[in-house]
């Protein structure tokens, strides 16, 4: 068992049972024991929530995400202003440049096309910072030793970090979402959906589908935020692993582009991503989403696991 | 006497190899005022950590209010609050929203008068005014004092400050000390390290000296300066003659320098101590003229410098 997450049943403080007890007593300080609210790790996780998202480095990584459908969206429009259409691979295949084509006739296609282009590098980036600084940018800043005698209790800590790094995930992939709706509204008609498949759907199924879409985007990058904080346990250096996080999320990428390597691909986190593509066909293709979801799962337990393990029996004495 | 840090053979050895605290047994009373002190690098901070459960001990156990830390850190921290190192702030939050992250941090402490408490450790520790500003913009000392603000956010059994006054300007230190002497008046312990030697002979009942990892010395602040002799000073016109009887009437150790003859005296352990009023009554009666004549009482100075040595040099 590691240290410091010993509960003392009802987790409250000194406890008169204790034999040795009485040191303070005699001081008369009444200082005894405070209940412990059962909520408290809720107010943890608030103020890990309002301390990432004040942060103005937490903004800038949302802005620029916010900003990659403005530039796709100008882009298309300056284009085919003059008739042209956009040129580019096609809707099958779920690669980068996919539904780029469809912009035109419904807008709505903006929010798949910006998804399908910051999935690979910006999302994982921005989580690999955020994760990344999690731990370790509190370890080089001294805070964590003081969060640690508050006493904030490592795991608890660890819990708080990692479900504000995934409100993260969930933020940054609205902030490409939203921006690419409003944008697609803008500049382009909206209407009924054509799906991958050839069949039509009306607008709202559509929105339904991008709604869906953007919560399988968001869990895609799971896996990665547990990779993150994990590494950030390893380090006392913010930056380093920062850096180490999203050269890792590169490196990772490379290697699922090399045939070779097509043995250790459908264990790679990135395998799957673009599967989200799936859910725009009719009817809806779930198994590589499926397989996506349950890879983000395993990272998740396994590098969740580590990193508990890493941070609870570390020595904190930055 | 109850105990309120209580170490047994405590002994850490940092991956790298350093010995930083070597078998130590420290035993602070409740209610003291403990002085912890020690040159740079003698393990003060170490011990801190180990006693905060940040650190495991490598050796060795810690207790703190009466339970072995860090395995009941959760019961036992929220009755302390720390000072370790140095204050610690995210420089993006002002100084408010700095004790409002801490203070959420504590299982125990009632999100309903969070503010309140805040505001009121804010007072305490005069940075009401600076309280809306951002914490990289603070100094120095406004930076510790912030740090002081938050081990007091609650009401504490026990307080362990690290070097409380580093960058304090001379207010801010008198107010520290006051502060500390109201606290230990409430019946709170303060554990608290220092260079300042006459800082600690101000506020401290208890004191203990480290070097190298290991513990000299413990006890009180009275007895530790007491095991330092205290030494005759005499001031004179007659330099020659004062030193000269003076080492008939039994004083030993006995310097000239200008017109001030002083020397040691005796406590040997058969004969009875010198009484100065003896030497000065033989003095007069060997026709020696006294401008000034008096026992320097030895300072906890003293006693740390006999006791560490005088080197300036930092042990390896
Ligand atoms: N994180 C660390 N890793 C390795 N060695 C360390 C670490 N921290 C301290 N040391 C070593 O342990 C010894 C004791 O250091 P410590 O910080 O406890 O001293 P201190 O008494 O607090 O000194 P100061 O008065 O300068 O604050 C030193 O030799 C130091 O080099
Ligand atoms: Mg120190």
Not at chain 1, 241 to 260: H, W
Not at chain 1, 291 to 307: E, P
Not at chain 2, 84 to 109: C, F, V, W
Not at chain 2, 169 to 178: F, H, L
Request: with cysteine; net charge neutral; hydrophobic share 45%.
């Amino acid at each position: 068992m590691s240290r410091a997450e010993v509960l003392e049943p009802g987790g409250g403080g000194g406890d008169p049972a204790d034999g040795r007890r009485g040191a303070g007593a005699g001081a008369g300080a009444g200082a005894g024991t405070r209940p412990v609210s059962p909520l408290w790790t809720f107010g943890l996780f608030r103020s890990e929530l309002t301390t990432t998202f004040r942060r103005w480095r937490t903004l800038a990584l949302l802005g620029v995400l916010a900003a990659v459908p403005v530039l796709i969206g100008i882009a298309i429009k300056i284009e085919t202003s003059d008739g042209g259409s956009v040129g580019g691979g096609g809707p099958e295949g779920g690669g980068g440049p996919a539904f780029l084509t469809q912009i035109t006739n419904n807008g709505l296609f903006l929010v798949f096309a910006a998804l399908a282009a910051t999935l690979p590098v910006f999302l994982p980036m921005a989580v690999g910072v955020i994760a990344g600084d999690a731990v370790a940018g509190e370890a080089n800043g001294g805070t964590l030793r003081y969060l640690l005698v508050a006493p904030a209790g490592r795991t608890r800590l660890l819990l708080a970090k990692y479900a504000a790094t995934l409100v993260f995930c969930l933020a940054a992939t609205l902030a490409v979402a939203v921006s690419a709706l409003i944008v697609g509204a803008l500049l382009f008609p909206l209407g009924d959906v054509t799906t991958i498949s050839g069949t039509t759907i009306s607008f709202g199924d559509g929105l339904v589908r991008a709604v869906l879409i953007a919560l399988v985007v968001a869990a895609s990058l799971i896996g990665l935020a547990a990779l993150g904080l994990f590494v950030s346990t390893l380090t006392n250096s913010g930056i380093a692993a920062m850096a180490t996080t999203v050269g890792l999320v590169i490196t990772v990428q490379i290697l699922d582009t090399i045939p070779q390597l097509h043995g250790i691909h459908p264990y790679l986190f990135p395998h799957y991503w673009l599967s989200f593509a799936d859910l725009l066909r009719e009817p809806f293709y779930w198994d590589d989403v499926l397989r996506n979801l349950g890879l983000q799962g395993v990272y998740a337990a396994v590098f969740g696991s580590a990193a508990w393990a890493r941070f609870t029996a570390k020595d904190i004495s930055a | 006497m109850t105990v309120v840090i209580e170490t047994r053979g405590l002994t850490k050895r940092y991956r790298g190899g350093q010995l930083a605290v070597d078998r130590l047994d420290l035993a602070v009373p409740a209610g003291s005022v403990f002085g912890f002190l020690g040159p740079n690098g003698s393990g003060k901070t170490t011990t801190i950590r180990m006693l905060m459960g940040l650190i495991e001990p490598t050796a060795g156990t810690a207790a703190v209010l009466g339970r072995t830390m860090p395995r009941a850190a959760r019961a036992v921290l929220p009755q302390v609050g720390a000072l370790i190192e140095g204050p610690a702030l995210y420089g993006y939050l002002n100084g408010r929203d700095n004790l409002l992250r801490y203070d959420s941090a504590d299982p125990t402490a009632d999100p309903r008068t969070r503010r309140a408490r805040v505001a009121e450790a804010l007072e305490r520790v005069g940075l009401t005014a600076a309280g809306g500003k951002k914490a990289k913009a603070y100094s120095l000392g406004m930076k510790q004092r912030l740090g002081l603000a938050a081990a007091l956010l609650q009401p504490r059994r026990l307080l362990v400050l690290d070097e409380p006054t580093n960058g304090l300007d001379p207010q801010g230190m008198r107010e520290i000390r006051a502060l500390v002497r109201e606290l230990a008046g409430e019946g709170t312990t303060v554990f608290l390290s220092s260079h300042l030697l006459d800082e600690i002979e101000q506020v401290c009942t208890h004191a203990a000296v480290m070097a190298r990892g290991r513990l000299l010395t413990q006890g009180t602040v009275a007895e530790l300066a007491a095991g330092t002799r205290g030494r005759l000073a005499v001031t004179t016109p007659d330099p020659a003659d004062a030193a000269r009887v003076l080492k008939e009437l039994g004083v030993t150790d006995v310097t000239v320098a200008g017109d001030r003859v002083s020397g040691e005296l005796a406590v040997s352990g058969e004969g009875e101590p010198a009484d100065p009023a003896e030497l000065n009554a033989g003095l007069v009666r060997a026709g020696v003229r006294v401008r000034a004549f008096g026992v320097e009482r030895a300072s906890l100075e003293d006693a740390f410098v006999a006791l560490t040595g005088e080197g300036f040099d930092v042990a390896g």
